[in-house]
């Protein structure tokens, strides 16, 4: 079955850096576009930054400048580089795949918590 793993996340003091990695297994990884979710506590899941198959990156612009995602198909891993952290990007951080051109993801992992301390 499908799985997607995150990891990479912790605590963090503000201005500094975590990279996220997100591992999937039980697809075609080249096959799926890629992103990056967070939801903050009371708060709903929000949008982060996507990589499309081609490579093509999109960026919610609260992390623009900021944070950096990537993939690396022949390690079926995305990541999500963070820098100049902020106490407001605390959140859990989720991974999905999705295939297509549409909103929807097809998948989703666990989450990982990031926490970041001012």
């Known amino acids: 079955q499908v799985q997607l793993v995150e990891s990479g996340g912790g605590l963090v003091q503000a201005g500094g850096s975590l990279r996220l990695s997100c591992a999937a297994s039980?697809?075609?990884?080249?096959?799926?576009?890629m992103g990056w979710f967070r939801q903050a506590p009371g708060k709903e899941r929000a949008f982060v930054a996507a990589?499309?198959?081609?490579?093509?990156?999109y960026y919610a612009d609260s992390v623009k400048g900021r944070f950096t995602i990537s993939r690396d198909n022949a390690k079926n891993t995305v990541y999500l580089q963070m820098n100049s952290l902020k106490p407001e990007d605390t959140a859990i951080y989720y991974c999905?795949?999705?295939?297509?051109?549409?909103?929807?993801?097809?998948?989703w992992g666990q989450g990982t918590q990031v926490t970041v301390s001012s």
């Open positions: 999905g795949a999705k295939m297509g051109g549409g909103s929807t993801y097809n998948y």
């Open positions: 039980g697809l075609t990884f080249s096959n799926y576009a």
């Open positions: 990589i499309t198959r081609s490579g093509g990156t």
